[in-house]
């Protein structure tokens, strides 16, 4: 069975500073990664998404990810963060192309300061 | 493209009475659609998935005569809470998949509170 695991419940960051959220997998093929970014009270936004080819993907809002097979870790980062990006991320692995079972992992909430 | 609506995007209703909840696809067909529950703080867990025209597949422990899918058109899919308790107080959120991408479109939730 797949699995999907953030280390990280709460980060704090300062603005203008780094940023990298862990996320973990467990999955026996290939699988098809995903990381969305979730506001107060409001759905899920897409940040990107990798299936194949580059391992390193960018994203909407300044993100990228990288897929490390050897370490089954998709793990994402942004060189600067803006206040804006305090939110609840999650990451997800889907089983095959047909988008089916998408498994998420328990959310990192990240808080910056100023 | 590819924005996925929920209505209402709140409700409130008395134990016993049940709810209804939409989910449209407002500019792409959605062959999949997926209900999620979210507890506060905590991760979504997928409900159960249904494709146009054909009954829902409700993930083990999600009681289908309780938590009853319409995805009559490609377009909608509902989510009816049946006797409604406090329990059932959740964030519900759909999503929807078009063709042959993999990527789900997620709407903006609804926030159930049973009183």
């Known amino acids: 069975a797949q699995s999907v695991t953030q280390p990280d419940i709460h980060i704090t960051v300062s603005e203008g500073a780094s940023l990298e959220l862990r996320c973990n997998y467990s999955?026996?093929?290939?699988?098809?990664l995903f990381w969305y970014v979730q506001s107060p009270g409001q759905g899920l936004q897409l940040l990107l998404k990798y299936f194949s080819g580059d391992t390193l993907v960018q994203g909407i809002k300044g993100f990228e990810a990288e897929f490390k097979r050897s370490q089954s870790s998709f793990n994402l980062r942004k060189p600067s963060v803006h206040w804006s990006d305090a939110a609840e991320y999650f990451c997800?692995?889907?089983?095959?192309?047909?988008?089916?079972?998408?498994?998420f992992g328990g959310g990192t909430r990240l808080m910056v300061k100023p | 493209g590819a924005v996925v609506s929920q209505h209402p995007s709140w409700v409130i209703c008395k134990s016993g009475t049940s709810v209804k909840i939409e989910c449209r696809s407002l500019d792409f067909q959605a062959t999949t659609m997926f209900w999620y529950r979210q507890f506060p703080k905590q991760s979504l867990m997928l409900m159960a998935t249904?494709?146009?025209?054909?009954?829902?597949?409700?993930e083990q422990g999600v009681e289908k005569d309780k938590f009853l899918i319409n995805h009559a058109s490609l377009t909608l899919s509902t989510l009816t809470v049946t006797s409604a308790h406090p329990e059932d107080s959740s964030f519900y959120i759909c999503?929807?998949?078009?063709?042959?991408?993999?990527?789900?479109?997620f709407g903006p939730g609804t926030r159930l509170t049973v009183t």
């Open positions: 249904s494709n146009e025209g054909s009954k829902a597949t409700y």
């Open positions: 999503s929807a998949r078009g063709g042959v991408r993999p990527e789900q479109y």
């Open positions: 999955y026996g093929a290939t699988p098809y």
């Open positions: 997800a692995v889907g089983a095959d192309n047909a988008g089916n079972m998408l498994t």
